[in-house]
């Protein structure tokens, strides 16, 4: 499975068609198209008020769209009843039943399914083993911790057998630690299901670690939709490399054009040469970005060799364990992180003395240039 | 007193003390009078009869014939008519009042359901008795409702309204439907709507989710609305006395008959201690059923 490839028609999970949301004057979803695989983990990333839970929950059918179609697996569901649709859902703090048990809470939905009650022991078996809650199904939801909640919520949503399951925010309660390790056994559990999940999150870190795909969200439209590396390594606006941690804004000039290749001149008159991704005219300025991670510091300038360098001026230096984080300042006053990896052993001082000067180095593929501010974001 | 707090000092007798004091005097104490009362019998002149011979007296059973002439069939039918008006205005209650306080709680928006809710707590500003009075005009013969319904060319001859047991219904339910939807709406308030969403998520239509999830949840409310409204539904007399007239006699009738009319105090004791104990039973079963569920108490 390819995830930069359209999907064909048959592989089709959820096709959401131009759809909008309005809450009076306010546009929460706004004019989104987007398709989901089958079988894929796609997350809906961005921050508090993008829209992300309005559309999950248009998915689902707890919203009616303003405008727009939603289909799942072929069907047309835009007016359909929750209760009707093959899609169940994990809710941001679980909704468990607080009047009933572990088993009565995975078994709710059963007679809606028509599964024949002499299956229903051997189904909430097999969900709670799924969730290795195993020896819980007495307890009610108050006797469990947040974790096991969180389980049960799933064992819930999955004993029924959607074809899309929707997680809204389910880790949001969980400590980091517990946060961590349930975010592998999602993914392992969506992978040996094979079950669509669409997966709803502000937190990039946790949408890399689980997504086949990521659509990055803002203000109720699609900045970008990719794969996670995709998303990551190349975000096509500010905004998505900012909320990707990416916040090493440059600036610079189309100096030249040749074929495939775009030569790039930075204020100081240093030059270097990226891809050309097209649209360009010569003379006009682009802003791109590097990943902290991307950034070097040295001693020397390497800009006679074809290698991007400012001089900067160190500000900061914080130890965080297994990365260097660096805050530098350009002439031009512009702040810079850089993030090292310490391979080697630590050093006090290190080869930089805060107040210092250095210079700030990339290789020219790690330029990544942002779309001009006219384009709209909304690309599939 | 809640179980979190740590210590029961001496310090905190003098503060329950007056509670202990009230309950005392003007709860416990009036209901063994009662009780002794209730085992004597009617003197002449409407006092109690002097007892020569308490051992005798005792053990010849006579102490008991009050309870025992209160188990004759006629008193028996007054009870029925008593406990199934009670249970009916108390149904009716809860029909009427589940919608309003579910509207209140969980529809209306918020900034509107301070006003809803003193719209339903506004009547108490006025007597009962008044607002009693109030309706007997209404139902009367040339009432303001059969004046409505003549003009209105739905009736020729005005209806006979007032003094039936449909005057006594209305009555009740109007009174005691406060007591309804205060509680039911404290239990809505609490609602979590996710939880309806779930029901919804998970195959379960609106009405299906409603029996499944909220009326579970809102037991706590529905239980005690129930009480609060079938407890005083049960003793009531003034009602059935000016909306129902001589013809609808219910226990409360019974009992003030029997100590304003008969002037027969042990035998309308007896059948007021019968209902207190019957009263009691139902508080007690409520509170054995709040702390089986684990929830809290709300009377």
């Known amino acids: ?380 | 007193m809640p179980e979190e707090t740590p210590r029961r000092g001496w310090a905190s007798y003098p503060l329950v003390l007056p509670t202990w004091v009230v309950l005392g005097f003007f709860f416990v104490l009036p209901l063994v009078i009662m009780l002794i009362i209730s085992f004597g019998q009617r003197g002449t002149y409407g006092g109690l009869k002097a007892i020569e011979d308490l051992g005798a007296y005792v053990t010849s059973g006579d102490f008991l014939a009050n309870y025992k002439r209160s188990i004759e069939p006629l008193y028996l039918s007054i009870y029925w008519r008593s406990l199934w008006m009670a249970v009916v205005t108390t149904v009716l209650c809860l029909a009427i009042s589940y919608p309003m306080a579910y509207y209140i709680a969980v529809i209306a928006p918020a900034k509107w359901k301070n006003l809803l809710l003193g719209l339903v707590v506004i009547p108490f500003w006025t007597s009962f008795l008044i607002r009693t009075y109030a309706w007997m005009l209404i139902l009367r013969t040339e009432g303001l409702a059969n004046s409505l319904l003549q003009w209105s060319g739905l009736i020729d001859q005005p209806l006979n309204l007032l003094y039936t047991d449909f005057s006594v219904m209305i009555g009740l339910v109007y009174g005691e439907l406060p007591f309804m939807i205060l509680p039911l709406y404290a239990s809505l308030e609490k609602l979590d709507l996710k939880l309806l969403e779930a029901g919804n998520d998970l195959g379960a239509n609106s009405p299906q989710t409603f029996f499944r999830v909220t009326v579970p949840l809102t037991m706590p409310g529905i239980v005690a609305g129930v009480i609060l409204v079938f407890i005083p539904s049960i003793g009531q007399f003034v009602i059935s006395d000016l909306l129902g007239g001589a013809k609808s006699i219910l226990v409360g009738n019974l009992i003030q008959n029997q100590f304003a009319v008969a002037r027969n105090k042990p035998f309308g004791s007896a059948i007021a201690f019968e209902l207190t104990a019957v009263v009691l039973m139902l508080l007690f079963a409520y509170a054995m059923y709040t702390k089986k569920k684990g929830q809290e108490v709300l009377l």
């Open chain 1, 1 to 380: 499975m390819n995830p930069s490839e359209p999907p064909s028609a048959s592989d089709l999970s959820v096709d959401i068609q131009r759809v909008s949301k309005r809450f009076g004057d306010f546009i929460a979803v706004d004019d989104v198209s987007l398709t989901v695989r089958r079988g894929e983990f796609f997350s809906l990333l961005g921050p508090s008020g993008c829209g992300k839970t309005t559309l999950l929950r248009m998915i689902g059918g707890f919203e009616l769209p303003t405008a727009g179609t939603i289909r799942v697996e072929g069907a047309d569901v835009t007016d359909v009843p929750v209760h009707k649709r093959p899609i169940n859902m994990v809710f941001q703090h679980y909704a468990l039943f607080p009047h009933l048990s572990v088993a009565e809470n995975i078994s709710f939905g059963f007679r809606y399914k028509n599964f024949p009650p002499a299956e229903y022991e051997q189904r909430i078996a097999e969900a709670v083993g799924l969730v290795r809650l195993d020896g819980f199904e007495h307890r009610s939801p108050a006797q469990l911790s947040g974790g096991q909640r969180q389980r049960v919520a799933l064992a819930r949503a999955l004993a029924l057998k959607p074809k899309v399951l929707l997680l809204d925010e389910p880790l949001g309660a969980l400590d980091q630690k517990l946060r961590k390790e349930v975010q592998v056994e999602l993914k392992s559990l969506q992978r040996k299901l094979g079950i669509t999940f669409i997966f709803v999150t502000h937190d990039q870190e946790e949408a890399l670690t689980m997504s086949d795909r990521i659509a990055v969200m803002n203000a109720g439209r699609v900045e970008q939709m990719d794969s996670a590396a995709q998303v990551f390594e190349y975000p096509q606006t500010e905004f998505v490399a900012q909320f990707m941690g990416a916040s090493n804004f440059f600036q610079a000039t189309v100096r030249g054009i040749a074929e495939g290749f775009l030569s790039l001149a930075m204020p100081d008159g240093d030059t270097f040469s990226v891809p050309n991704p097209g649209g360009l005219e010569l003379g006009e300025g682009v802003r791109f970005v590097v990943r902290p991670e991307k950034l070097d510091l040295r001693s020397r300038d390497l800009s006679k060799s074809g290698v991007p360098c400012m001089p900067v001026t160190i500000e900061d230096r914080v130890y965080q364990g297994i990365s260097t984080v660096w805050m530098v300042k350009a002439k031009s006053g512009e702040r810079f992180v850089i993030y090292e990896q310490n391979e080697k052993q630590f050093e006090e001082r290190g080869k930089f003395a805060e107040g210092g000067t250095a210079y700030l180095c990339w290789s020219p593929r790690h330029t990544v240039l942002m779309r001009g501010e006219t384009d709209d974001g909304a690309h599939a």
